[in-house]
């Protein structure tokens, strides 16, 4: 009995050390850690899911293996495509494998019946296996293969772990703020600022534009609640709130509430190619893509709309009604850059506005009676110029404007 265990045992490792398993094991690993975070979509997705069922079987092989379960092979390749089943077409048996998943790391197993189109993937698998063990007959090759299945096996066991946790919950506030903002005409207006981590304004034009630093440091805290229904302050009769039936809707009213109609909603496609870019950001539920604030700019031509998605984004209404949504990568990428001094523009010193208040003129300079001191200036309304012409000996001809 001991001697089948480990000639299983063994079988498993050399299952593992296929050059099959080795490579769909490098494609997993790449893909998970680089693949996914530069090219996020539904391709990088299913790819991890197609790797992941060609390393899992002989995973699941060596554990059979170990409690002497007879053809391992061939339980251990039913038993993955059974639990992959189990794990991604039923919202229970994703929670439950994200709970024991989550007992060697924290991990999540997101529900997607779509990714079962990679269980044919499993015939490759077993093709391995079979391959596999009539090659590791002789001893020589036996040994090379049980050294190279011994070395792949951590990471094996690092690359089958679901993607760990992570705390981004994207977008969750926007909040309308007023003051002179630098880049801005030097009046008091009105922008709404993006909160979390993206800080970027809207003005009434619907046009985005990074917060420069000087606001930044000099914006007073937020401390409000977010809301997700509230109204024009302009045009009262005219509100939006999040649509209580759907992730991510937005309803509008025209009678102050009374009645509500969907005026946007993020398509189902675009909502789970979010969901797979964005991968687990949390521990045994899905990450956030519903609507978490809301808020209104009241511009000349009408209102503005920016609605904070969490991980869908911004959906952003301009003063036409038209509705777009800005994904968290495209936040900040297509948005105007911060506004900076412009080196070619001067600083000037501004004079003193002079005071009308009647004081006894202080001879000048240019005076003809020769004293020195500053040339008041008229305060009458007409002042009259005149020429003098003094004595030759006393300087040259001089204008003098006064008062009649």
Not at 372 to 378: D, F, Q, T, W
Request: with cysteine; net charge neutral.
């Amino acid at each position: 009995m001991e001697a089948a265990r480990r000639s299983e045992v063994g079988s498993s490792l050399q299952w593992l050390a296929a050059p099959p398993t080795v490579f769909a094991l490098v494609v997993l690993l790449l893909n998970d850690r680089v693949l996914k975070d530069q090219w996020p979509g539904l391709v990088t997705g299913k790819l991890s899911d197609v790797a992941g069922l060609v390393v899992a079987p002989p995973l699941v092989a060596m554990l059979l293996a170990a409690l002497s379960v007879p053809r391992t092979r061939a339980w251990a390749v039913g038993l993955t495509g059974v639990l992959f089943a189990l794990a991604k077409g039923l919202a229970a048996g994703s929670a439950v494998a994200s709970e024991l998943w989550s007992l060697a790391m924290p991990s999540l197993v997101r529900h997607d019946p779509t990714d079962l189109v990679a269980l044919p993937v499993l015939w490759v698998a077993w093709r391995t296996g079979a391959w596999a063990a009539d090659r590791g007959v002789a001893s020589g090759r036996r040994r090379s293969a049980l050294a190279v299945g011994t070395l792949v096996l951590p990471f094996a066991v690092f690359a089958t772990t679901a993607t760990s946790c992570s705390p981004i919950e994207g977008l969750r506030d926007v909040t309308v703020y007023e003051g002179v903002f630098t880049g801005g005409d030097g009046t008091l207006e009105q922008r709404i600022v993006t909160g979390d981590w993206s800080r970027v304004t809207i003005d009434g034009a619907g046009r985005l534009q990074r917060l420069a630093s000087l606001d930044r440091d000099r914006m007073a805290e937020h401390h409000s609640a977010r809301t997700t229904e509230t109204c024009s302050t302009g045009a009262t009769q005219k509100c939006w709130r999040r649509a209580p039936e759907a992730a991510a809707a937005v309803e509008a009213s025209t009678d102050g509430g009374a009645t509500w109609r969907t005026e946007f909603t993020v398509p189902r496609r675009e909502l789970a190619a979010t969901r797979e870019e964005v991968g687990d950001d949390s521990c045994g539920s899905e990450p956030p893509l519903g609507i978490a604030d809301l808020a209104i700019l009241d511009a000349p031509a009408g209102q503005v709309v920016a609605v904070a998605s969490s991980n869908t984004g911004l959906l952003l209404r301009g003063v036409q009604g038209d509705w777009r949504r800005v994904s968290l990568d495209d936040l900040h990428r297509t948005a105007d850059p911060e506004p900076t001094p412009d080196p070619a523009v001067q600083l000037f010193p501004v004079e003193p506005v002079p005071t009308t208040t009647t004081a006894a003129p202080v001879p000048g300079p240019t005076d003809p009676r020769g004293t020195s001191g500053p040339a008041p200036s008229p305060t009458c309304a007409s002042p009259v110029t005149r020429t003098y012409t003094p004595d030759p000996r006393n300087g040259p001809p001089v204008t003098v404007t006064r008062c009649p």
